[in-house]
């Protein structure tokens, strides 16, 4: 019976703490959340000795206080899940910052391991550590480690087992505060003392420093105790008594409590031959981000991503675009022809999947190279770069990589927001990034561009739709910024990484679990949706004719030609007579202010909710085409030559142009709204998102062409 | 000498200077604390854009502070 052991691994950001996750438990892992959050939990397994260990990855954090939700969420695990150990991971090279974490850590009276990684690179560089002083000076076990090497992982785990079986005799310490603020520690202590629940779950010593240093979710818990109005007093007290005494906050003076805490410590126990580190990265950094060019090499960096996620993942969409072709011949062939059953199993099911499965090829391969960027320290930089730029639309450097992927597909980019770290900065940049023109809107200009405007100003129509999508989504961010989610642009800190070569098992790993969790939530919600809108445009399934199609066919079944062009005729009748058919009409009158209050293109939009490239396909049967793609000659003349009732045309260049605004800017797609809804973890927001994109739809496709008119161009 | 002090967004590149002040709140306050910068310590400018983001170095970490960051902290010659 192989003994059970929790682990949960702790450390700075950069710290090369999800290197040594990714070493312990391999491919042995998966992704959830912790409940209620948007922070990812991530756990994983591994046999070591006689033990099942199962190892947790908490949020990277610089400390436990209570102002960000990944330093609660970090801190509420250690302190109700009692881990069996936990794993403080130290960047060797950094020492007393990495260290001030591991000293809260020290105050929760948490077993502790110390695992001093990338010792190789701090030791090249000059540093000697004297281990056992040091760890005594600690009070907590060291390790020396190399995650990427995979140095010093056995005798890290000897040493986790050691401490769980009591096997280390170590004294365990804690950072002192001077003579004052101890002084009034005793005080508080005294009274949190008489709380015995309390005392039970929580250190008396820990409970104290933190409400010292004002944290609001501490001193909420100790609201619920009996004694609250007595221990609140006393450190309301001691507060002003310090601030009186030591002219500092109480913060300000833990802070230098543990700092001195640690360089004491480390002056004793660490020597360094060096003065200053010029380091590899500094060099590569005075070209990367030069204040000239800085900038273009991060936009060629940026398109060489966009090419290669588009040029690697064309020919795996052609692949599964065939083989889901494939699949739906083969089982409709086993089904009875023209049923509703074939058509549910083809058309709905396989279709759904497909359009689930359409996305994987990018998806993956986007998130493959956002993995580089960021594994090689890039990504930090570019938040650098363009941080000036994005902080006069209220948002800051962060914000504008997931703008970028947009481009290419929103929902890798509305996931990308996870490395912001404000909540009304991600929220604003999810919520603008919809106008962010995606690759699937692209057949919709296409077909019209090409069919109402010279090929010679083509290029400019299409460049204004871009850029257009880009000036909504500033003003929108404007707006949000100032009446939504207010308040001033949260600051902007975040540690520079060293640059690094990304390991090959790190890609992966990453890839996997983004794209995994698409496919796992995002992906039931599309095949939903997708399924929704097979029905509404496949069902009454024989509705009344205009016509006996099948009499007809029959008669003509020697003119092929004759034969296709009943079945167009039929197929566009039974779309027209379909609930989606019949919701069109009914919506079509909502088109009128803007020109194309037509019933088909008002099906092809609604269709477009799966995916906006539907519109074209949609518009191909109506007009009786059959399957018709962009480029399709045929479907350009149908629109061309399609009129009103009246007999003028129904379309003009000012109304496509405003019908295209309008594709440009309307509800996202149903697989965006999945993941705004994963990622918010609320409906609250993807409804919204829908409502809003979709007015400012309206209005804009409004403005260009009634101001058209005025201008006498339509 | 309250004239010496001035924002670390004035301080060119290479330089190095010593944390004054750090106007903010006490989050601010904290978290740039917990990442290793707080009053009265040494840091030196890496890289800077003109009176946007920069690059400090403090101790052994390379932070960058984001625009309107340097107009927020008061550092003084050595």
Not at chain 1, 440 to 461: C, D, Q, W
Not at chain 1, 554 to 572: G, P, S, Y
Not at chain 1, 609 to 617: C, N, R, S, T, Y
Request: glycine share 8%.
């Amino acid at each position: 019976m192989p003994k059970k052991l929790t682990v949960a691994l702790a450390g700075n950001p950069n710290s090369g703490k999800t290197t040594l996750f990714n070493v312990l438990t391999g491919m042995h892992q998966h992704v959830g959340n912790y409940p209620g959050v948007t922070v990812e939990k991530k756990e994983g397994e591994l046999k070591y000795k006689d033990y099942d260990i199962t190892v947790v990855d908490l949020p990277g954090i610089y400390s436990l206080t209570a102002h960000s939700i990944d330093e609660i969420v970090a801190r509420n695990f250690v302190i109700e899940e009692k881990p069996d150990i936990v794993i403080d991971i130290i960047d060797s090279s950094n020492l007393e910052r990495n260290l001030y974490l591991a000293t809260q850590f020290m105050e929760l009276g948490v077993p502790l391991v110390l695992a001093f990684n990338m010792y190789d690179l701090a030791s090249k560089q000059g540093l000697e550590i004297d281990k056992v002083k040091l760890s005594e000076l600690l009070g907590a076990p060291i390790v020396f480690t190399v995650a990427t090497k995979k140095n010093g992982i056995n005798e890290l785990l000897d040493e986790v087992i050691n401490l769980a079986e009591k096997k280390t005799t170590i004294r365990k310490i804690t950072p002192g505060y001077g003579k004052e603020a101890e002084g009034e520690i005793k005080k508080i202590e005294a009274l949190l003392l008489k709380d015995k629940d309390l005392i039970q779950k929580y250190p008396s010593r820990w409970l104290t420093v933190k409400l010292l240093e004002g944290d609001s979710e501490v001193i909420k818990k100790i609201k619920e105790s009996e004694y609250s109005n007595q221990i609140l007093k006393q450190v309301e007290k001691s507060t002003a008594h310090l601030i009186n005494i030591l002219g500092d906050t109480p913060e300000a003076i833990i802070a230098d409590g543990r700092y001195g805490f640690i360089s004491g410590a480390c002056s004793e126990a660490v020597k360094r031959n060096y003065e200053e580190r010029h380091t590899i990265s500094d060099r590569i950094d005075k070209v990367l981000i030069n204040r000239i060019l800085g900038l273009p090499i991060f936009l060629v960096v940026m398109w060489l991503l966009f090419k290669f996620t588009f040029a690697a993942s064309a020919p795996l969409c052609d692949w599964l675009d065939k083989g889901m072709g494939w699949l739906g011949d083969k089982i409709g062939g086993l089904l009875p022809g023209g049923s509703a059953i074939q058509s549910l199993v083809v058309d709905g099911i396989i279709g759904g999947v497909g359009s689930v499965l359409s996305f994987v090829p990018i998806i993956f391969l986007l998130f493959l190279a956002m993995a580089f960027l960021e594994d090689s320290g890039y990504m930090a930089r570019a938040a650098f770069i363009m941080d000036k730029l994005m902080h006069k639309i209220g948002l800051n450097g962060r914000s504008f990589i997931p703008m970028l992927l947009g481009f290419g597909c929103n929902l890798p980019a509305i996931m990308a927001t996870r490395t912001i770290e404000d909540r009304k900065d991600r929220l604003v940049t999810i919520l603008v990034n919809p106008f962010m023109s995606c690759g699937a809107r692209l057949p919709v200009y296409t077909l019209f561009i090409g069919a109402f405007f010279s090929e010679k100003i083509a290029g400019n129509v299409l460049f204004s739709l871009y850029f257009l999508g880009i000036v909504v989504a500033i003003i929108m961010a404007k707006i949000f910024r100032k009446f939504l989610l207010k308040g001033p642009a949260a600051p902007f800190v975040m540690e520079l990484p060293p640059y690094r070569v990304p390991t090959i098992k790190g890609l992966l790993i990453h890839m996997w679990e983004r794209g995994v969790l698409y496919l796992k939530k995002a992906g039931t919600i599309i095949f939903v949706g997708c399924t929704l809108v097979w029905f509404l445009s496949n069902f009454p399934w024989n509705p009344q004719y205009s016509k006996d199609y099948d009499a007809l066919i029959e008669q003509a079944k020697d003119n092929k030609e004759m034969v296709t062009q009943l079945e167009n005729e039929k197929a566009a009748e039974k779309l027209e007579k379909s609930y989606a058919g019949k919701l069109g009409k009914a919506i079509a009158p909502v088109f009128k202010p803007l020109g194309f209050d037509d019933w088909k293109i008002s099906v092809g939009l609604v269709g477009g909710f799966v995916a906006k490239e539907i519109v074209v396909g949609t518009l191909g049967t109506l007009h009786s085409i059959g399957k018709a793609d962009e480029k399709s000659e045929s479907l350009r003349q149908a629109l061309q030559n399609q009129t009103r009732p009246d007999g003028n045309k129904m379309f003009n260049p000012l109304v496509a142009y405003a019908l295209l605004v309008f594709v440009l800017l309307y509800i996202p797609c149903v697989a965006t709204i999945a993941v705004i809804k994963r990622e918010t973890n609320s409906w609250r927001w993807p409804i919204f998102a829908a409502f809003y994109t979709t007015l400012v739809a309206w209005l804009m496709a409004f403005i260009v062409y009634q101001g058209g008119r005025l201008l006498g161009l339509g | 000498m309250k004239e010496n002090f001035f924002p670390l967004s004035l301080v060119p590149p290479g330089k190095e200077v010593i944390v004054v002040a750090i106007h903010g709140g006490r989050g601010l306050k904290a978290r740039l604390s917990d990442m290793g910068l707080k009053e009265g310590i040494k840091l030196k400018v890496l890289t800077s854009y003109s009176s946007g983001p920069c690059i400090i170095l403090v101790g052994e970490t390379r932070l960058v502070l984001g625009y309107g960051m340097a107009q927020k902290i008061f550092v003084k010659e050595e």
